[in-house]
C-alpha cells in the first residue's frame, strides 16, 4: 500500500510538473506574439463650424487629414479624405487610418524616429475643395506607441 501511495505521488508530481511547463510555455508565446503593437488608427473629434464660428449642423462633410512629418510643414507621409456627418450640434467623429487613403501607408509610418503632425482641411460643401483649418503636433504616450530610441 506505501509503495502505490508513493508511485501515485510520483506520478502526480510528473504531471504537475508538465502541467507546470506546459502553461510557462503558454505563457511565453502569448508574451511573444502579443507584442504591444503601435496603433494604425486613432480616434479625431472636432466641431465643424463656418467662417461666423456658427456650428455646421446635420450636414455632410468632407475632411482630409494629412499627417506631415518633421514639422508643421513637413512632407506629406500619409493623406485620406472622410465624407461624414455632422450632428445638431456640429459634432463629428472620424478615425484617422480609417478614411479613403489618398497617399502613403499608417503602417509605414515610424512613430519612434520622428516627430509628426495632424493636418486637417475641410469642405463644408461635403467636396474635395479643403480648406486647411490648422496643424498640430500628434502626441501619444508611451502605452500607444513605441517610445522614441536613445
Given at each position: 500500500m506505501k509503495h502505490e501511495i508513493f508511485t501515485n505521488s510520483k506520478i502526480n508530481l510528473q504531471l504537475m510538473n508538465k502541467k507546470i511547463n506546459l502553461l510557462f510555455i503558454f505563457c511565453l508565446a502569448i508574451l511573444t506574439f502579443a507584442k504591444a503593437q503601435t496603433p494604425q488608427a486613432f480616434n479625431y473629434s472636432a466641431v465643424a463650424r463656418n467662417a461666423s464660428g456658427i456650428p455646421i449642423a446635420?450636414?455632410?462633410?468632407?475632411?482630409?487629414?494629412?499627417?506631415?512629418?518633421?514639422?508643421?510643414?513637413?512632407?506629406?507621409?500619409?493623406?485620406?479624405?472622410?465624407?461624414?456627418?455632422?450632428?445638431?450640434?456640429?459634432?463629428?467623429?472620424?478615425?484617422?487610418?480609417?478614411?479613403?487613403?489618398?497617399?502613403?501607408?499608417m503602417t509605414a509610418i515610424d512613430w519612434s524616429n520622428d516627430d509628426y503632425y495632424l493636418k486637417v482641411g475641410m469642405d463644408a460643401n461635403g467636396g474635395t475643395n479643403f480648406l486647411t483649418m490648422g496643424t498640430t503636433p500628434v502626441s501619444y504616450t508611451h502605452l500607444t506607441l513605441p517610445t522614441k530610441r536613445i
Open positions: 446635420t450636414t455632410t462633410i468632407g475632411i482630409q487629414i494629412s499627417i506631415l512629418k518633421s514639422s508643421s510643414l513637413g512632407s506629406t507621409v500619409y493623406s485620406e479624405n472622410h465624407f461624414i456627418n455632422t450632428d445638431d450640434f456640429g459634432l463629428f467623429n472620424l478615425i484617422v487610418g480609417g478614411g479613403s487613403v489618398q497617399s502613403g501607408a
